[in-house]
């Protein structure tokens, strides 16, 4: 029986020169941050290019489930980083009734609206997240991950999973996703904890270096 799993996001990216993406987890609002460093001059000006804080209209993200099962991902006042809102992956039909959880062989991904790297050269992703998983035993079961889409052509889109900066994923890779993606990627690592990890019972930052990702026409994240 899976007990709750909770994922909040505040999200940002930052335009640098031609981009970087940063956040700031408590602000609810688009703004820009001018840096001067000699060394870096295309580093003069980070700018966010999108954000989001989960507060109003969330229709441009696009939820899927590979398994063809139902989609749970909803945004949600429960337990909230900021703001009234988060974005949670639960049902209130499985575990406590009072928080909410998720069932056995559920496979949910939820996508960002398309962005634009074609002329980037540099980007970061940032968001808070809280997570508590039902722990198996070191096999590697449940867990939660963050994939990048990117490509020119958005119908034949590489699928990566991309390394945190920090916190690092706990495990190197899931017996679940194995089984579900086989050998589409090498490995599939993934944040994994049921109490033990400090994203178990507060907020973490994660942090994600996209700049390999950066000069294509479409990423989804």
Not at 22 to 35: F, N, W
Not at 186 to 200: K, L, R, S, T
């Amino acid at each position: 029986m899976k007990v709750r799993t909770w994922f909040v996001f505040t999200l940002a990216m930052l335009l640098v020169a031609s981009v970087a993406m940063a956040s700031s987890p408590v602000m609810q609002k688009r703004t820009s941050v001018r840096t001067d460093n000699a060394q870096t001059p295309t580093r003069e000006l980070d700018t966010i290019v999108w954000e989001e804080d989960f507060e109003g209209d969330v229709s441009d993200w696009v939820q899927v489930s590979p398994e063809i099962q139902s989609t749970y991902w909803q945004t949600d006042d429960w337990m909230p980083n900021s703001g009234n809102n988060s974005w949670r992956c639960f049902d209130y039909g499985f575990g406590d009734p009072a928080t909410g959880g998720y069932a056995d062989d559920w496979l949910q991904f939820m996508l960002t609206p398309s962005l634009d790297f074609a002329n980037a050269s540099a980007a970061e992703l940032t968001f808070e997240f809280r997570a508590y998983l039902e722990g198996d035993g070191g096999v590697g079961w449940d867990g939660a991950n963050v994939w990048v889409m990117y490509g020119n052509d958005p119908q034949n889109l590489t699928k990566v999973i991309a390394i945190p900066t920090s916190p690092a994923y706990t495990y190197q890779t899931s017996t679940a996703f194995d089984i579900w993606f086989g050998d589409l990627l090498e490995a599939y690592p993934i944040w994994e904890g049921e109490g033990d990890q400090p994203f178990c019972t507060t907020y973490q930052t994660a942090t994600f270096d996209l700049s390999m990702y950066t000069g294509y026409t479409y990423m989804f994240v």
